[in-house]
């Protein structure tokens, strides 16, 4: 069928996907990225920055995810692809910042750890090159719940306007064309489907990653 403008649907879906996907994966890149650093350097040097990390991340917690970004892009005064994955990215963050400490926390005084600290390694070089890789792996499967998380959510505020600004096709903008279009049940049916076909692989994903580098998951099967 077609959308309310005569576009094919089709087509909308498969543009809306690179633009969905796009988001997820730049959006979960840049809050890795800044919670990565956040959550190293606060777990491996302690003291003063820890204690600022920790109630940066408590603060921001404090409020909803969603409604936080709503709210943000509702005080802008334009919106485009690129202000969502940078108003996503910097919100959410903080589960990222949260778990790479923790792991940072539990790898510092890890016997390997004390080894390189014994041959008078400068710390950034132990936390880059010794505790940091080793952090990594659940900050990976986390990263693929994210990115399942983040698609949601650009589909969200699309449907309810505050996302992918139109002409620009989107899963969520074609959800609000049904929402004003009463019997076009394609509008709802197939843009409904990719969002749960989406978030459903990406979450799969996430969990195999989970399986293959905890190794207590294998040993309990």
């Known amino acids: 069928g077609t959308d309310d403008r005569g576009r094919d649907v089709l087509a909308l879906l498969i543009h809306g996907t690179?633009?969905?996907?796009?988001?997820?994966?730049?959006?979960v890149g840049l809050y890795v990225l800044i919670g990565v650093f956040l959550g190293a350097a606060a777990g491996f040097y302690g003291g003063w920055l820890d204690a600022g990390v920790t109630r940066l991340v408590e603060a921001l917690m404090a409020?909803?995810?969603?409604?936080?970004?709503?709210?943000?892009?509702?005080?802008?005064?334009?919106?485009?692809?690129?202000?969502?994955?940078?108003?996503?990215g910097l919100t959410r963050w903080t589960e990222v910042a949260r778990l790479v400490r923790g792991e940072v926390l539990r790898l510092r005084s890890a016997e390997f750890v004390l080894a390189?600290?014994?041959?008078?390694l400068?710390?950034?070089?132990?936390?880059?090159?010794?505790?940091?890789?080793?952090?990594?792996?659940?900050?990976?499967?986390?990263?693929t719940f994210c990115v399942a998380?983040?698609?949601?959510?650009?589909?969200?505020?699309?449907?309810?306007?505050?996302?992918?600004?139109?002409?620009?096709p989107s899963w969520g903008e074609l959800l609000?064309?049904?929402?004003?279009?009463?019997?076009?049940?394609?509008?709802?049916?197939?843009?409904?489907?990719?969002?749960?076909?989406?978030?459903?692989?990406?979450?799969?994903?996430?969990?195999?990653?989970?399986d293959a580098v905890d190794p207590r998951m294998s040993m309990q099967r």
Do not use: C, D
């Open 18 to 27: 690179r633009v969905s996907l796009s988001v997820g994966l730049v959006a």
């Open 63 to 88: 409020f909803p995810a969603f409604f936080f970004v709503l709210i943000i892009q509702g005080l802008l005064p334009t919106a485009s692809i690129l202000q969502i994955m940078i108003v996503i």
């Open 116 to 120: 390189a600290q014994a041959l008078g």
């Open 122 to 143: 400068p710390p950034r070089r132990i936390l880059l090159r010794h505790v940091l890789p080793n952090a990594m792996g659940p900050v990976f499967v986390s990263a």
């Open 149 to 168: 998380g983040a698609v949601l959510m650009e589909s969200a505020l699309s449907f309810l306007g505050f996302g992918t600004p139109p002409p620009t």
């Open 176 to 210: 609000t064309q049904a929402f004003a279009n009463e019997g076009k049940w394609w509008l709802t049916v197939f843009p409904g489907l990719m969002i749960f076909v989406t978030v459903t692989a990406y979450n799969l994903v996430g969990e195999g990653i989970r």
